[in-house]
Nanobody, 125 residues
Framework: QVQLVQSGGGLVQAGGSLRLSCASSGRTFSSYSMGWFRQAPGKEREFAAAISWIGDITYYSDSVKGRFTISRDNAKNTVYLQMNLLKPEDTAVYYC??????????????????WGQGTQVTVSS
């Protein structure tokens, strides 16, 4: 397992942008598939985006596709979530997650071994 430390987030108006970062400890970050999940008040945690450890293939939920971009910088052991055209319904606590050499089921929580501490994103209308 690795330790994940998140940064970014905050309050933004609808239509605005935010970038979340998730920094990993350890020297094998490039061997981890990384995901972002979110949990809105009163709702279950849901998948938002993922990037594979092989080929940097990206995956998105339908609700964020076209607005959010996941990327990684293996030299910095960091994964990012760029969020554009934010909507009030994007308000949630966002979590990054790491899965060692995972190559499938990126949208499932059980795929991931380690989780970040969560960061609040609030989008006002």
């Amino acid at each position: 397992q690795v330790q994940l430390v998140q940064s970014g987030g905050g309050l933004v108006q609808a239509g605005g942008s935010l970038r979340l970062s998730c920094a990993s400890s350890g020297r094998t970050f490039s061997s981890y598939s990384m995901g972002w999940f979110r949990q809105a008040p009163g709702k279950e945690r849901e998948f938002a985006a993922a990037i594979s450890w092989i080929g940097d293939i990206t995956y998105y939920s339908d609700s964020v596709k076209g607005r959010f971009t996941i990327s990684r910088d293996n030299a910095k052991n960091t994964v990012y979530l760029q969020m554009n055209l934010l909507k009030p319904e994007d308000t949630a606590v966002y979590y990054c997650a790491a899965g060692y050499r995972r190559t499938y089921y990126y949208n499932r929580e059980s795929t991931y071994d380690s989780w970040g501490q969560g960061t609040q994103v609030t989008v006002s209308s």
